[in-house]
């Protein structure tokens, strides 16, 4: 399945294991959720996961970026009109639109109403789980 994960769904994952987003990275880990993504959004990854505010030991997340950069499906999908109510979130549309990926993230509001944009909770309980 592929997926496109919203950096806010990533940062609730390492922030606590137990919690839903942890179970969307596990399904990344291991194989199942294929993540799609661009250099706009590991770019993205990197600088948040990298903030001092969180914590993240910096081996952590260079070994989460190199395993999403080299598992994933990395693309250059062309621009579409603006979509996304924030525009530092119309990477995530234009890369879920291009690889007909879910985009699995924890504030709809920024996205537009579309079958593919999705809460972690739904994209579990679409795959069961």
């Known amino acids: 399945m592929l997926v496109v994960i919203d950096t806010n769904v990533l940062v609730s994952a390492l922030l606590s294991n137990d919690r839903a987003p942890a179970k969307i990275l596990r399904l990344v880990l291991n194989g199942l959720f294929v993540p799609c993504h661009d250099h706009r959004i590991l770019f993205e990854y990197r600088n ?15 070994d989460l970026l190199e395993f999403i950069a080299e ?5 250059a999908p062309p621009p579409l009109p603006p979509a996304s109510a924030d525009e530092a979130d119309q990477k995530f549309y234009e890369v879920a639109r291009h690889c007909r990926a879910w ?15 999705m809460t972690v909770r739904e994209a579990l309980e679409k795959i069961g789980a």
């Not at 948040?48 to 260079?62: D, Q, Y």
């Not at 985009?103 to 944009?117: A, M, Q, R, S, Y």
């Open 48 to 62: 948040v996961l990298k903030r001092p505010k969180f914590g993240f030991p910096s081996w952590a997340v260079t």
């Open 71 to 75: 598992s994933g499906l990395s693309v």
């Open 103 to 117: 985009l699995i993230t924890g504030n709809l509001k920024h996205f537009p109403k579309d079958e593919l944009v």
